[in-house]
């Protein structure tokens, strides 16, 4: 069965950082897409960063310059550094992926893990 | 950027009857749309991939129909355990973006 187990987030002040942690199982991260998915308190789904199985990354106007996303082979883990963090990040984030690389309908979700930026 | 735009935002449907649900986006996506289940305190759910394809595991009231730039999602026979917010999301290009997002309530 595919997997996604995620961690870290937490309460950090404006202009902090903090690294987002999704891990795979029962399929390996390196082969697939993975992508980054925040939800604000009552508000809807936002898409947030992108990562190819080819390597090949992207962002949201809204985090571009401040987030990145990569990945670790020997742990089979997505990661999403979140550095210059706004208050207007405060959400749910949720990483997400699909049954094979190519197959943007995404299946597989992670738990969430909720990122609370204030002072 | 294509934009997704829900339609309607809020419906209240007795049980057993149909609910239809619209995306139009702002531009052709051909058929990358997919539409997602999300209840409170939930991961989304993925109910449809690629405009119509249906996904292992959902039950058949769910179905979707569309391409190019208008697309709907429809529930037949509503149950109780839809009530739910239902989002459609567009993969053909980045930055992928997702529609506002529809609440459906049960009478």
């Known amino acids: 069965e595919f997997q996604l187990v995620q961690s870290g987030g937490g309460l950090v002040r404006p202009g902090g950082s903090l690294r987002l942690s999704c891990a795979g199982s029962g399929f390996t991260v390196s082969g697939i897409y993975m992508a980054w998915v925040r939800q604000a308190p009552g508000r809807g789904l936002e898409w947030v960063s992108l990562i190819y199985s080819a390597g090949r990354t992207y962002y949201a106007d809204s985090v571009k310059g401040r987030f990145s996303i990569s990945g670790d082979n020997s742990k089979n883990t997505v990661y999403l550094q979140m550095n210059s963090l706004r208050v207007e990040d405060t959400a749910v984030y949720y990483c997400?992926?699909?049954?094979?690389?190519?197959?943007?309908?995404?299946?597989?979700w992670g738990q969430g893990t909720t990122v609370t930026v204030s002072s | 950027e294509v934009v997704l735009t829900q339609s309607p935002s809020f419906q209240s449907v007795a049980p057993k009857e149909r609910v239809t649900i619209a995306c139009r986006a702002s531009q052709n996506i051909v058929t990358s749309l997919h539409w997602y289940q999300q209840k409170p305190g939930q991961s989304p759910k993925l109910l449809v991939k690629y405009g119509s394809q249906s996904i292992s595991g959902v039950p058949s009231r769910f179905s979707g129909s569309g391409s190019g730039t208008d697309f709907t999602l429809t529930i037949n026979s509503l149950e109780a355990e839809d009530a739910a917010t239902y989002y459609c999301?567009?993969?053909?290009?980045?930055?992928?973006?997702f529609g506002q997002g529809t609440k459906v309530e049960i009478k």
């Open positions: 999301h567009q993969s053909k290009s980045v930055p992928w973006t």
């Open positions: 997400a992926s699909g049954s094979w690389d190519g197959d943007y309908g995404m299946n597989v």
